[in-house]
T-cell receptor, first 115, second 109 residues
Framework: NAGVMQNPRHLVRRRGQEARLRCSPM?????VYWYRQLPEEGLKFMVY????????ESGMPKERFSAEFPKEGPSILRIQQVVRGDSAAYFC?????????????FGEGSRLTVL | GIQVEQSPPDLILQEGANSTLRCNFSDSVNNLQWFHQNPWGQLINLFYIPSGTKQNGRLSATTVATERYSLLYISSSQTTDSGVYFCAVRYEGAQKLVFGQGTRLTINP
């Protein structure tokens, strides 16, 4: 049973370019979470999605960042016009249950470097 | 919002030693998880333990929800135990897991 799959594992972008990070949840999981980890820091919540719905985006920056989880295909975290401060590891997690229950399982992360 | 405090921030031990890592939280929770982030950055699930005690090999964890803390015990440490240990909680009514700042554990041979 495959775990949470993230790609790409490493991504290098120049300032002003777009970054797209993909996440396929574990089989049978319909809840996806995105977290960001800056160097030497803990993980910070960004957004929680279910299929075709954004449930909680309280941790998402107001500009340049967007997320989706379409009916078919992986969840996408999109960062437009990247800046050096966007350099971080972006982790996706999935669970089979949402509110109040459900163990989260994390992918191996996508490491974004902005030159 | 809920605060999650982990202690100690750093811990350096010799191989074979035992250790206790602590996680304090500030409100009622219905989910608490311990993770190990290895030196390659991978997050490994250790325990899902909103209450009670669990054991898995050399690792065990106890959460006392009424007193708002959890403890992770590592016995007979090995160099492969090195990394950062995170506690993460979800308080009742919320959607997200909130992470502590982690305990960086270094096991020297």
């Amino acid at each position: 049973n495959a775990g949470v799959m993230q790609n790409p594992r490493h991504l290098v972008r120049r300032r002003g370019q777009e970054a797209r990070l993909r996440c396929s949840p574990m089989k049978g999981h319909s809840h996806v979470y995105w977290y960001r980890q800056l160097p030497e820091e803990g993980l910070k919540f960004m957004v929680y999605l279910q299929k075709e719905n954004i449930i909680d985006e309280s941790g998402m920056p107001k500009e340049r960042f967007s997320a989706e989880f379409p009916k078919e295909g992986p969840s996408i975290l999109r960062i437009q016009q990247v800046v050096r401060g966007d350099s971080a590891a972006y982790f996706c997690a999935s669970s089979s249950l949402g509110t109040n229950t459900g163990e989260l399982f994390f992918g191996e992360g996508s490491r974004l470097t902005v030159l | 919002g809920i605060q999650v405090e982990q202690s100690p921030p750093d811990l350096i031990l010799q191989e074979g030693a035992n250790s206790t890592l602590r996680c304090n939280f500030s409100d009622s929770v219905n989910n608490l998880q311990w993770f190990h982030q290895n030196p390659w950055g991978q997050l490994i699930n250790l325990f899902y333990i909103p209450s009670g005690t669990k054991q898995n090999g050399r690792l065990s964890a106890t959460t006392v929800a009424t007193e708002r803390y959890s403890l992770l015990y590592i016995s007979s440490s090995q160099t492969t135990d090195s990394g950062v240990y995170f506690c993460a909680v979800r308080y009742e009514g919320a959607q997200k897991l909130v992470f502590g700042q982690g305990t960086r554990l270094t096991i020297n041979p």
